[in-house]
């Protein structure tokens, strides 16, 4: 197994900055975003082990980053 990826989402980046050093600490690598928006279009194009984020946002919310099956709307 590759080293486990983790996407860090949230309005303040330096939230997790200890959470961050940890992980990389681990061998994990982080991937952090502010923006709901870029963190969908990453989970479109990468996979990731484990995504933690805020709830609550202007943009929307953890919900809209989790895709439905086909066919489900």
Do not use: K
């Not at 197994?1 to 939230?15: A, D, F, H, K, S």
């Not at 982080?30 to 928006?37: A, N």
């Not at 082990?49 to 709307?73: Q, Y």
């Amino acid at each position: 197994m590759g080293r486990p990826t983790v996407l860090l989402v949230g309005e303040r980046l330096n939230q997790y900055s200890h959470l961050a050093q940890r992980l990389a600490s681990w061998g994990g690598e982080c991937r952090f975003t502010d923006s709901h928006t870029v963190a969908c279009v990453l989970l479109g194009h990468q996979a990731f082990e484990l995504v933690i984020g805020e709830l609550h946002s202007m943009e929307g919310s953890a919900p809209r980053m989790i895709p439905l099956p086909e066919g489900e709307s």
